[in-house]
């Protein structure tokens, strides 16, 4: 029993060694919500560029923790966002690190690019605190 118990505490320290800053990370990181509609006969260029070349620039930045952009299927309750078909969603570890994203050359050079393919630019964008 002993080993067995030895073996759980080993597994339980490799992990806190590997992630240690992970609950802290969460606790204080940030989401951007953008409800976005995109034009159906762009969406295959918005996906390109989001996965291509939005998606890895966004990733080099200091505090990046994940960029998805996310299709809807149905509303299951409610009501979805009017005209929305896509989801852009961005975590940074703070909203200072966001913001010095979106002054980036790069990014002020591809966030319009993904804008181009909309059908509306009046998007619903929301910050959420992660925790």
Known sequence: ???????KNMAAATVAAA?????ETASKAIQLHVD????????????DIFHHQFGPAAA?????IDAKMIKLRQALQGSAPSGANYRFVLQ????????????????????????????SKD?????????
Not at 123 to 131: G, I, K, M
């Open 36 to 47: 976005l509609s995109v034009d159906p006969a762009k969406e295959t260029q918005m996906l």
């Open 92 to 119: 940074f570890q703070t909203e200072e690190q966001r913001q010095h994203w979106i002054a980036t050359p790069i990014h002020q050079k591809l966030w319009p690019t993904i804008e181009n393919t909309l059908t």
């Open 1 to 7: 029993m002993k080993r067995r118990s030895y073996l």
């Open 19 to 23: 992630f240690p800053s992970f609950a």
């Open 123 to 131: 998007y619903t964008v929301l910050l959420y605190d992660v925790s």
């Open 60 to 64: 080099k930045q200091p505090g990046f």
